[in-house]
T-cell receptor
Framework: GNSVTQMEGPVTLSEEAFLTINCTYT??????LFWYVQYPGEGLQLLLK?????DKGSNKGFEATYRKETTSFHLEKGSVQVSDSAVYFC??????????FGTGTRLTIIP | DTEVTQTPKHLVMGMTNKKSLKCEQH?????MYWYKQKAKKPPELMFV???????INESVPSRFSPECPNSSLLNLHLHALQPEDSALYLC??????????????FGSGTRLTVV
């Protein structure tokens, strides 16, 4: 079946540090890939997405590139801020109304 | 309007109570979803409605009863819940299409506590 594996958290970084959250997937075929962010006490917000190989999704300084050869979609940001503290979920979708989530990575940024 | 609105934001109910969660969207999305999220876990899919018809039921206990009265509204009726049903309940909506380019829009959730 389809699955998403994210790096274990929690991740704690200092402000302005470089961020990488690893995400790999297992799927039959070529899904669309997403990163969702969940701030404390809130629902999920779509952060970025990529729908085919080599696409790069980007938003709010975050980037992720769809790598078919390594089945990966790692999230990166060059300089994190305290306001980026949240839980980040990698997810995949084949357009069949079944979004498959990773386990989530809790990120804490220290001033 | 690009939001999914959920009410109430918080709900405390006894195990013998009957209550309902409500979800509304005005983006013209014809697929709507209920997810359950326990603490420090990813959301788990419960139900999917496509064109107001139930298309996916992930073997959810019958004490949870979904309803889609029209294309903008989705309800989740709750009856005889257990304490382990305490969780954040998320509603989402999306276009109905085999092309997943559009993604899903989530509401802020209802935090349910069963006592």
């Amino acid at each position: 079946g389809n699955s998403v594996t994210q790096m274990e958290g929690p991740v704690t970084l200092s402000e302005e540090a470089f961020l990488t959250i690893n995400c790999t997937y297992t799927a039959t075929g070529y899904p669309s890939l997403f990163w969702y962010v969940q701030y404390p006490g809130e629902g999920l917000q779509l952060l970025l997405k990529a729908t085919k190989a080599d696409d790069k999704g980007s938003n709010k300084g975050f980037e992720a590139t769809y790598r078919k050869e390594t089945t990966s979609f790692h999230l990166e940001k060059g300089s994190v801020q305290v306001s980026d503290s949240a839980v980040y979920f990698c997810a995949l979708d084949f357009g069949n109304e079944k979004l498959t989530f990773g386990t989530g990575t809790r990120l804490t940024i220290i001033p | 309007d690009t939001e999914v609105t959920q009410t109430p934001k918080h709900l405390v109910m006894g195990m013998t109570n009957k209550k309902s969660l409500k979800c509304e969207q005005h983006m013209g999305h014809r697929a709507m979803y209920w997810y359950k999220q326990k603490a420090k876990k990813p959301p788990e899919l419960m139900f999917v409605y496509s064109y107001e018809k139930l298309s996916i039921n992930e073997s959810v206990p019958s004490r949870f009863s979904p309803e889609c009265p029209n294309s903008s509204l989705l309800n989740l009726h709750l009856h005889a819940l257990q304490p382990e049903d305490s969780a954040l309940y998320l509603c989402a909506s999306s276009q109905v299409t085999a092309n997943p380019n559009y993604g899903y829009t989530f509401g802020s959730g209802t935090r349910l506590t069963v006592v």
